[in-house]
């Protein structure tokens, strides 16, 4: 099994700039979640999905964030635009089954870093 | 609301001791726990979970978990460390489909 796949690793852009993270969680998960960890905040929950539909996107920080998830495979994660205080490590983690006994399976994580 | 709680940043043992890594939880209703490593520059790795019944739960790589539900808390543990163990490890609650984390806790283990 590939496990979760994110691209790009790493993301080097200028404020104001437009940056799509990608996500393809493993085959047969049908929840999908993005997480951002920054030293001063540690792990928070951006959005998630069950069976592609966003459940909650509550952690999503303000409009400039937007995240999609158009089919079973692919989930993307849009900050436009971006700003400095963005820079962080975002993680797209999938599980089996939706509910509260399923263990997440991480990606390698992107790094952002907004100049 | 949910909360969980690592109170300590680091925690430091000797080759071949044994460690505790502690957590203590928040929840309204019934909990589910769970441990994950991060290594440098990687992802979070699911070590083990408590969703019902032993209160004693095995994981990966020799680690356990114990859930005492009278004192809201889940410390992971390992009989003898390995130096390989040093890592980051998280304590995580799920509650209504979404995990919160604790802040992690760094293990280092000194030969």
């Known amino acids: 099994d590939a496990g979760v796949i994110q691209s790009p690793r790493h993301e080097v852009t200028e404020m104001g700039q437009e940056v799509t993270l990608r996500c393809k969680p493993i085959s047969g998960h049908n929840s999908l979640f993005w997480y951002r960890q920054t030293m001063m905040r540690g792990l928070e929950l951006l959005i998630y999905f069950n069976n592609n539909v966003p459940i909650d996107d509550s952690g999503m920080p303000e409009d400039r964030f937007s995240a999609k998830m158009p089919n079973a495979s692919f989930s993307t994660l849009k900050i436009q635009p971006s700003e400095p205080r963005d820079s962080a490590v975002y993680f797209c983690a999938s599980s089996l089954v939706s509910g509260n006994t399923g263990e997440l399976f991480f990606g390698e994580g992107s790094r952002l870093t907004v100049l | 609301a949910q909360s969980v709680a690592q109170p300590e940043d680091q925690v430091n043992v000797a080759e071949g001791n044994p460690l505790t890594v502690k957590c203590t939880y928040s929840?309204?209703?019934?909990?589910?726990l769970f441990w994950y490593v991060q290594y440098p520059n990687r992802g979070l790795q699911f070590l083990l979970k408590?969703?019902?019944?032993?209160?004693l739960v095995k994981g990966s790589y020799g680690f356990e978990a114990e859930f005492n539900k009278s004192q809201t808390s889940f410390h992971l543990k390992k009989p003898s460390a390995l130096v390989s163990d040093s890592a980051l490890y998280f304590c995580?609650?799920?509650?209504?489909?979404?995990?919160?984390f604790g802040d992690g806790t760094t293990l280092t283990v000194k030969p």
């Open positions: 408590y969703i019902t019944g032993d209160n």
């Open positions: 995580a609650l799920t509650n209504a489909g979404k995990s919160t």
């Open positions: 929840v309204s209703g019934n909990p589910y």
